[in-house]
DNA sequence: TTCATTTGTGTAATCGTGTACACAATCATG
DNA sequence: CATGATTGTGTACACGATTACACAAATGAA
């Protein structure tokens, strides 16, 4: 028990080898012995020998270590993202470093201290640091950056959303019955791809004369879509809220219900964006602006893969959204 | 643009020193002039120098890295914890390595994976590992496990959880509600924390003379909640359910309501576990068995920071439950 | 002035692997 | 059998930092 881990060379002289034929047996392709390797992996398994993936990745040049940059674990808008890339990384023995850099005073030295472990890959699912800032602190290790904002860089691989489609999708619906007056509710007040996303919605308003007449801004949680809604219902007369994600569209639900007594989507059309499991709940059932999760993290492992291998190829790809239709609007 | 990262040694002839020198400047408390000091720190910043983490880790005998065994990372139940001590580490400069083994098929091996990292510490929040094979897997590299499962092992601090004083609460409450019917709804078939928070109540029935009438298995999802409570209400006629977590609660009030048209709490009493905010809100309004997670997370940290010091102590650490009320019982 | 102590720096070994190179043994080919 | 290719293994160095040790210079005390 608590003994220290026995090393390449110390294994060596247990199996009358030397270190670098330990090191061979555990290397698929090289010229080693059959027998040999069958005894050293009988020797090492005895001693619960494993090579020392620090040691290695000094030799290598090569961590696989990926650092995932997110804005928090536990919101809902990106865990499921984050599950289904944490499991496909892990079938590729690579392993997530996770960087929260919402409640991080500093977010750029732990971009910092992350790049000192000389991580292979990075990903941004975080709007909260720019892209220049994370080119600037990882260029160094010269791994692959996927982020959603676009940046024309030779480091940086861009996945672009377009909602564009699905959101004049869904105002046509709500115009259709009868609403006239829309708010739109952001998840952050600086977030480039808070913008985006509101720019989706304004051009499918402006299409039919129609314009964002009030606004407002939360931060991505229930508590402050309920809040914001209420000070946006008491304020002015809208009869349809568009939010910046799918939380904040159940807590300006509840909040219409609750204080104002407004109902869905009969008095009030409300709208969420992500398409989160819990926007299809029973008690929830969200009209939604919906991205396809598991395509887009095939996206995302697709450009991994193609950086490990070296291989060029398109650095963008654009994934379009849909609408899910629930009882909200 | 892409350059290679540069090293102790190229910094070292840059700033007319030796390499160690250069690595005496970036060493807090060690002996070296503080105009040399200077110097090289602007010499540095200038080449954008940081040490490599990799190559230290391998002199310290220290990665600084530490293992989060979690079953799924967007799940609810966990999520609160795991973002509240990723902020606790970060701010310690450890950085967190996820290991999410409810979708890896082999489990063991992705922890092998991560103990060749050499973490220093282990944090064990899933029920689906045994921790003996924690134990056996990572005591070579010898790292604090703290985890839910009690396991008398020099290498592992535990974290008890006692729930059994809010359970009797609960269950005194639905009681004097006039309910008496029961049924347990189970997050797992397997798991030993999901028993031991069924015996919770199944000690506080027993205490009035009431037994759990009725039992079905989930996977701590809302879907599962929602079709086992459906199955359970058509099969028996009990007026109480006790749900593993509380995200199988809200599927359960759900099934309740619309499939058989029965409301929490006048036709059937809902009980969640964990408390999670979103049992909070207003649409869920859940009464669940909750747990401070901040005293939790408190918990853990100081274990880790007793082990990081080479401190003797206490290796286990007991919090007891709440109750927390809503509508739903 | 003289000697002991402190301060600042360089040299070289170390951490645990991977791998280029060298070399002996084996094998194939004519 | 001679020769060239292949196979299996050891030696030695590299990866990029930290640090024990040595030593010169500076400082202090008498």
């Known amino acids: 028990m608590n003994k220290r881990r026995i090393t390449s060379k110390e294994l060596a002289k247990l199996a009358g080898v030397s270190s670098a034929t330990i090191s061979r047996a555990f290397s698929p ?17 005895e001693h619960g020998y494993q090579p020392n993936a620090i040691a290695r990745s000094l030799n290598n040049q090569r961590s696989r270590l990926v650092a995932l ?20 990384l892990q079938a590729r023995q690579l392993l997530p470093i996770i960087l929260c850099c919402a409640d991080h005073d500093d977010r750029l030295q732990l971009m910092r201290l992350a790049s000192t472990y000389q991580v292979d890959h990075v990903v941004v699912f975080s709007d909260m640091v720019s892209m220049q800032d994370a ?7 010269k791994p692959i950056i996927v982020s959603f904002e ?9 996945i672009r959303i377009d909602g564009s489609a ?11 019955d009868g609403k006239k007056r829309f708010a739109y509710l952001s998840g952050t007040k600086s977030s480039w791809i808070d913008k985006l996303r509101r720019k989706w919605f304004a051009d499918a308003l402006a299409k039919r004369g129609l314009t964002i007449e009030a606004e407002a801004f939360g931060d991505y949680t229930y508590d402050s879509g309920f809040k914001e809604a209420v000070l946006l219902l008491h304020r002015s007369k809208v009869d349809a809220i ?9 807590g300006a639900r509840d909040a219409a219900r609750r204080m104002l007594g407004k109902n869905t989507p009969d008095d009030i059309a409300i709208v969420g964006q992500d398409g989160i499991a819990m ?24 450009l991994i893969e193609r950086h490990d291998a070296d291989l060029p190829g398109p650095h963008s790809i ?10 909200t609007a």
Chains 1, 2 share one sequence.
């Open 318 to 327: 654009t994934l379009t959204c849909n609408a899910r239709w629930g009882s």
């Open 69 to 88: 940059v997110v804005n928090a674990i536990g919101n809902p808008c990106e865990a499921e993202e984050q599950q289904l890339l944490v499991h496909r």
């Open 150 to 158: 676009p940046l024309e860089n030779e480091n940086v691989s861009n």
């Open 135 to 141: 080119v600037d602190i990882f260029h160094t290790t």
């Open 29 to 45: 392709d090289s010229r080693i012995g059959s027998a040999t390797r069958d005894r050293i992996l009988s020797v090492a398994r």
């Open 166 to 176: 699905a959101a004049d999708e869904i105002i046509e619906k709500i115009v259709n």
């Open 279 to 302: 926007a299809a709940w029973d008690c929830n059932d969200l009209t939604t602006l919906s991205l396809d999760h598991v395509a887009f993290i095939d996206a995302v492992v697709d």
């Open 242 to 250: 568009i939010c910046g994600n799918d939380v904040m569209a159940i």
